[in-house]
């Protein structure tokens, strides 16, 4: 017996479950590959058996096409009464008329035929359009359904191909419409692509953990009063991600008030200011606090409105910010600005003889970062001076990770990772989080780090200069749009500072001579540092008796891999057959014809 088989069934059972949870979402999923579930229930008879019988396996329902119905029902079946994560992934018009198969208006209605029965165990509800009509049965189907109590992720997109913002900016289509009878009490993520609610209507937007707005066109987006309402309900918000959308720029028509961008998104009164009773301030004066905000993504979203944005919230504690502000004719320079040293706020004067209010006027106290404890900055497309990039790179101190198109940058950006700015002292900080364990941590982290920069005799003492390289805390460097000679020429530079970059992620266009130097040297360094940590283990397990734990060590010092930026070809998601369906939907097991419905 193969020793496999001598696992207890609970063991195994375990395994199993770990395994389809670190499986990708269908969203993700590689076309044609087989899902986990289905693979391990096509091993042998026992591990069919198990996997059979083991309801945790069967909780992912993902339709697309035809065959994918009755799949549907006998996942159902086998899932028991558990929570339940539903994908619906419609095609297009074009598609369809490549491959019958897909899912498309004729089949819309009937697979919520299958899954409505079950509404009160939707966990998760992931729906995708490609078609008006489709989404004109989806606006059906969602508004009549009822409350799905336990749903906590709620994913709609419409991805119709609009050519040009423009034509999505003027595109005028019927009223939204009350999903789920204004009822989720358990929501606690959202998703809307192309698809707008009627937000007044929509209370179920609370105590939200993450938002995801995008492809939203200003007269249909969310008014300020109520954008502030869901992010202040909101205070355990961890991730915002916004792409061409957010808080209506326009004044609101039903407003009896004037709320548009040149109210919400105004500086504080000017300096020593007296404010009248009654006056309106602009939210700028009290931005939203969000706590817990850790994540932030901006994309296609022009220069004055991020602006504004960002005096309206107040985010001290956010990790990884993402910019994809890929506007030809905007320049991003005051945002970047903004993010690298915004201005600070005093007291104005009250009216009858009051003093200083905790709100108003700009201080003239040197500011802090926007984002003090930023340690992961991705920038795909920013269009801003050379001197506000450097400016939020040396605010940017405990940066642990770069993630750069050079080529979408201004010309010298990559130059800016070649200077240098003072040391400072280390100290805690006094915003955010950055005091007590937190800056124990940090300062445990960085101490290990020199260690190892200290290890290589060239470099001892390096760390210790009275200058260090921008971005002193970077380990790990994502860049596509540079050549081999500069990535060379920087990882000399911080080797001389002894603040090595553990991680290379290096786009291939990049592959040359200087760049395979770059792997080289990398792979070198790591060799040594390793010998010299064995050599002192082996000194160890000497002196101290014990058995040496060589795999302590297998991580190298330093590492480069390569990648390739996805192309735009023009082809279709659906082009390529789905060979793995086809391996297991005519193949019949122990269970006789529930195996043909296995298919991944």
């Known amino acids: 017996m193969s020793p496999i088989h001598s696992l207890p069934v609970e063991l195994l059972t375990r ?46 329902i993902h339709f697309r096409t035809r065959a994918h119905m009755s799949r549907g029902e006998v996942y159902l079946s086998r899932n028991g009464r558990l929570p339940i994560d539903i994908y619906v992934d419609t095609c297009s018009e074009d598609d369809y008329q490549l491959r019958k198969d897909l899912l498309f208006r004729g089949e819309f209605l009937p697979v919520f035929d ?36 336990a749903l906590q992720t709620l994913q709609l997109w419409h991805v119709q191909n609009w050519r040009t913002s423009e034509r999505l900016f003027n595109h005028i ?109 602009p939210p700028s004066v009290e931005p939203i606090h969000l706590p817990a905000l850790r994540d932030v993504q901006l994309n296609n979203l022009e220069s004055d409105y991020v602006v504004a944005l960002f005096r309206t919230l107040d985010i001290p504690n956010v990790r990884s910010l993402h910019l994809g502000l890929d506007f030809e004719d905007q320049d991003f320079t005051p945002f970047v600005h903004f993010l690298a040293a915004p201005p600070r706020y005093r007291g104005v004067k009250l009216p009858n003889g009051g003093g200083p209010s905790a709100v108003g006027a700009t201080s003239s106290a ?113 860049v596509a749009g540079a050549s081999g000679k500069q990535l060379l020429q920087l990882a000399a530079f911080r080797d001389a500072h002894g603040r090595r970059i553990r991680r290379w992620e290096i786009d291939e266009g990049a592959r040359d001579e200087d760049a395979e130097a770059l792997v080289r040297e990398a792979e070198e360094r790591s060799a040594r540092w390793r010998a010299e940590r064995l050599s002192e283990e082996e000194v160890r397990v000497r002196e101290a008796g014990g058995r040496r734990e060589p795999w302590r060590w297998d991580e190298p010092l330093e590492r480069v891999v390569w990648f390739r930026e996805e192309e735009e070809d023009g082809e279709s998601e659906f082009d390529d057959e789905e060979e793995g369906e086809e391996e297991y939907a005519d193949e019949e097991g122990e269970e006789g014809d529930d195996a043909e419905d296995d298919a991944g």
């Open 366 to 478: 040197s500011p802090g970062p926007k984002l003090p404890l930023l340690e992961r900055l991705s920038v795909s497309a920013l269009r801003c001076t050379v001197e506000s990039w450097r400016a939020l790179l040396v605010a940017s101190k405990k940066l642990t990770r770069l993630e750069v198109d050079f080529s979408q940058l201004s010309e010298g950006a990559f130059d800016v990772l070649l200077e240098t700015v003072p040391a400072e002292p280390e100290a805690s900080s006094e915003r955010g989080e950055s005091t007590g364990a937190a800056a124990g941590a940090s300062a445990k982290a960085k101490g290990k780090a020199r260690a190892m920069d200290a290890d290589d005799g060239e470099n001892a003492g390096a760390g210790s200069s009275a200058e260090l390289p921008i971005l002193p805390a970077l380990e790990s460097l994502r």
């Open 15 to 60: 395994i199993f479950q770990l395994g389809v949870d670190s499986d990708p979402i269908p969203d993700e999923q590689i076309r044609g590959e087989p899902t986990f579930e289905v693979l391990v229930s096509h091993v042998c008879r026992y591990w069919r058996q198990i996997a059979l019988h083991t309801p945790h396996l069967w909780t992912t």
């Open 114 to 149: 299958v899954v409505l029965p079950h509404i009160d165990r939707w966990r998760e509800l992931h729906l995708i359009v490609a078609d008006l009509e489709c989404k004109t049965f989806a606006r059906k189907v969602l508004s009549t359904c009822g409350t799905a109590p």
């Open 173 to 281: 289509g019927p009223p939204p419409v009350v999903v789920f009878g204004g009822e989720l009490p358990s929501l606690k993520h959202i998703i809307l692509q192309g698809v707008n609610l009627p937000w007044s209507r929509s209370p179920f937007l609370r105590n939200l953990s993450s938002v995801e707005f995008a492809l939203h066109s200003d007269n249909v987006r969310m008014p300020f009063d109520l954008w502030r309402a869901m992010l202040d309900s909101s205070p355990n918000l961890t991730r915002l991600s916004l792409l061409f959308s957010g808080p209506r720029a326009a004044p609101s028509p039903a407003s009896p008030v004037f709320d548009g961008i040149d109210w919400w998104g105004a500086e504080p009164p000017p300096p020593e200011a007296t404010i009248p009773p009654g006056t309106r301030l």
